[in-house]
């Protein structure tokens, strides 16, 4: 299987830098005590830095709702995932436990300030491909059955036809969604190059470590930039 971002991303943001994990063997319907924590460490960090300020503002955060402006997103409509956490963070929101591997993705996406997500790769074997939607393109929202139809040239994450996150880092769909019975999963970590791709690899090594220490997973890792436009794994 691969991922791969295709060449007309790169050619609107060609410092675009992600970086990947995959994991297999997981059982994602038991506690985590040392995630749960993580979480909670990591949401008390963030409550210290942004509670009652203005997130767009961070200097962590600007160089995304940059990125968006060229992809043809309005951030102010639109916000990238981890700007969304510490906006809810910030207003005195509290930040839900939800399963141990969606609370693990926002442990280490809120410790780095990077927008991640975390995909189901069990339904389907085709490759992911982060892409312009096109007409055949189809999204179920989580929460919902009713069909969205992306709009043409949106930056999406998609398997085939079947559009797993609209508008880059917005929203991730129904068909990819992780639940207790998830079992291999496919992470990517969203950054730029010479801008915070450090952090990134960092998040990858993390990550990979806490799934092979608590989930006693296979696991592989890579990234994927403007020279090395896919990542492929057997696993």
């Known amino acids: 299987m691969k991922f791969i971002i295709n060449k007309e991303i790169f050619d609107k943001v060609d410092d675009?830098?992600?970086?990947?994990?995959?994991?297999?063997?997981?059982?994602?319907?038991?506690?985590y005590p040392n995630i749960t924590k993580m979480l909670d460490d990591s949401i008390k960090i963030?409550?210290?830095?942004?509670?009652?300020?203005?997130?767009?503002?961070?200097?962590?955060?600007?160089?995304y709702r940059d990125a968006f402006l060229k992809l043809g997103i309005n951030p102010n409509k639109f916000q990238?995932?981890?700007?969304?956490?510490?906006?809810?963070?910030?207003?005195?929101?509290?930040?839900?436990?939800?399963?141990?591997?969606?609370?693990?993705?926002?442990?280490?996406?809120?410790?780095?300030?990077?927008?991640?997500?975390?995909?189901?790769?069990?339904?389907?074997?085709?490759d992911i491909e982060m892409r312009l939607a096109n007409d055949d393109d189809t999204f179920i929202p989580m929460g919902s059955d009713e069909v969205e139809k992306p709009d043409i040239g949106e930056?999406?994450?998609?398997?085939?036809?079947?559009?797993?996150?609209?508008?880059?880092?917005?929203?991730?769909?129904?068909?990819?969604?992780?639940?207790?019975?998830?079992?291999?999963v496919f992470f990517p970590i969203d950054g730029f190059k010479g801008f915070n791709d450090d952090k990134v690899l960092e998040a990858v090594k993390e990550l990979e470590k806490v799934l092979k220490d608590e989930f006693k997973c296979e696991t592989v890792s890579g990234f994927v930039d403007k020279d090395n436009q896919e990542f492929e794994w057997d696993l």
């Open 155 to 184: 930056v999406v994450y998609a398997v085939g036809n079947e559009v797993r996150t609209r508008r880059w880092t917005w929203r991730q769909s129904r068909e990819g969604m992780i639940d207790d019975q998830t079992s291999y």
């Open 80 to 126: 990238c995932s981890v700007e969304a956490m510490f906006t809810r963070i910030s207003k005195g929101k509290q930040l839900p436990h939800i399963n141990p591997l969606v609370d693990l993705n926002n442990a280490i996406s809120l410790k780095y300030t990077l927008p991640m997500g975390t995909h189901d790769l069990s339904k389907s074997d085709l």
């Open 46 to 63: 963030a409550e210290e830095n942004f509670l009652e300020k203005k997130v767009k503002e961070d200097p962590l955060i600007i160089p």
């Open 16 to 31: 675009m830098f992600v970086g990947v994990v995959v994991a297999r063997g997981i059982d994602n319907s038991k506690e």
